[in-house]
């Protein structure tokens, strides 16, 4: 499948090279390449700069959003949350009309450090502001209750645990589950938490994610759903 994937940080690149590894088309996109690719600084966790990934991964394209929007059958919102709209506007209504938006991004402040603030929450959430700015999409949140890692490679943990999906559109959702199944989680790892609403839900875990980030001193963990 021709996916595009928005931002090209840690969540970015860890996403396209797995998609890209399990045989799909990837671009990345960028709002300026050339800016994008001069970047010497590292990044958050020491992030190398861009150009150096790039050099390890080949056959990732490093695209203008709105190329990205044109060429992604399947479009993934990697972007801080702060800018994701802003980003999505850039892409272009026409190349997300009948798309499915695969939303990871979280409506985060770090500014004030950890743990971090919400930029909106309880009565909203970003990936209902997304499917609202964007009727003709089909958006679909999942994997941002994890570190990326665990997104694409859900057996570096020990034991079963959970990924949760929400949107509007059953088919979207399918699609969505496909891609998660192809990462690793099994059917029963995954759960349903209907329409784009459940987004708060997902989205507000996070202040106890980072919380706990904090306590244990590693991002690698998730949440196992327990039940008789």
């Known amino acids: 499948m021709k996916m595009a994937v928005l931002g090209t940080g840690m969540v970015g690149r860890a996403l396209a090279g797995r998609l890209t590894a ?3 088309e990837v ?3 960028t709002r300026d390449v050339k800016q994008t690719l001069m970047r010497t600084e590292r990044g958050t966790m020491e992030l190398p700069p ?7 991964n080949p056959d990732v394209r490093l695209v203008p959003f709105s190329e990205a929007g044109a060429h992604g059958e399947l479009i993934v919102n990697a ?3 702060a800018v994701s ?3 999505l506007k850039m892409v272009g209504a ?5 798309k499915v938006i695969v939303d990871i991004a979280l409506p985060l402040d770090f500014s004030q450090g950890m743990p971090p603030q919400f930029l909106v929450a309880t009565t909203d959430s970003l990936g209902e502001q997304i499917q609202c700015a964007f009727p003709k999409a089909r958006v679909v949140k999942t994997l941002n209750t994890m570190f990326c890692k665990v997104m694409i490679e859900p057996a570096r943990l020990p034991g079963r645990h959970n990924v949760f999906v929400a949107g509007n559109d059953a088919d979207a959702k399918k699609i969505v589950k496909s891609m998660l199944r192809e990462f ?4 029963e790892a995954i759960i349903d938490l209907g329409g784009i609403r ?6 507000m875990y996070m202040e106890l994610y980072f919380t706990l980030v904090g306590v244990l001193d590693t991002f690698d963990f998730n949440i196992a759903v327990v039940r008789a």
């Not at 861009?50 to 390890?56: N, S, T």
């Open 184 to 187: 690793g989680w099994s059917e």
């Open 27 to 29: 671009v990345i996109g």
């Open 198 to 203: 459940a987004a708060r839900a997902t989205e």
């Open 85 to 87: 709209l802003a980003t």
């Open 94 to 98: 026409a190349n997300l009309a009948g």
């Open 50 to 56: 861009y150009a150096e990934w790039q050099r390890a």
């Open 79 to 81: 972007t801080a949350g």
């Open 22 to 24: 399990l045989g799909h």
